[in-house]
């Protein structure tokens, strides 16, 4: 191989080579463009999103807040229920004694 020769077959390999990069090039650029329309979609997901993220805190601090009332209720009813059953405990305690003081009565 003489000289020329070798410099037109470099030379062809150089631009074979540049052609595939270019290609290459060209497939990537391709496959991975986003179109405005995609962009539109994409803000709009995005949107949605955000507007799901504030719905979703909103609906947790709803559920704290309910948590919270429901449970003062429960410990205000527990007292009342408590306050209840020692007023029916003293209220058995006098009829117990208020029996036994009739029959005492009765019997004497």
Not at 13 to 30: E, Q
Not at 51 to 59: I, K, L, V
Not at 83 to 105: I, K, P, S
Request: charged content about 25%; aromatic content about 8%.
């Amino acid at each position: 191989m003489n000289r020329t020769e070798f410099i037109i077959a470099t030379a062809l390999i150089l631009f074979v080579a540049f052609l595939m990069g270019w290609f290459a090039s060209w497939l990537i650029h391709r496959v991975t463009r986003v179109t405005q329309s995609e962009m539109g979609e994409l803000d709009q997901m995005a949107q949605q999103l955000h507007e799901a993220e504030e719905t979703r805190d909103q609906a947790i601090t709803y559920l704290q807040q309910r948590e919270a009332e429901l449970t003062n209720q429960l410990t205000q009813t527990e007292a009342e229920l408590r306050a209840a059953m020692d007023g029916l405990r003293e209220a058995r305690h006098e009829a117990e004694e208020l029996r036994a003081y009739v029959e005492q009565q009765n019997a004497g």
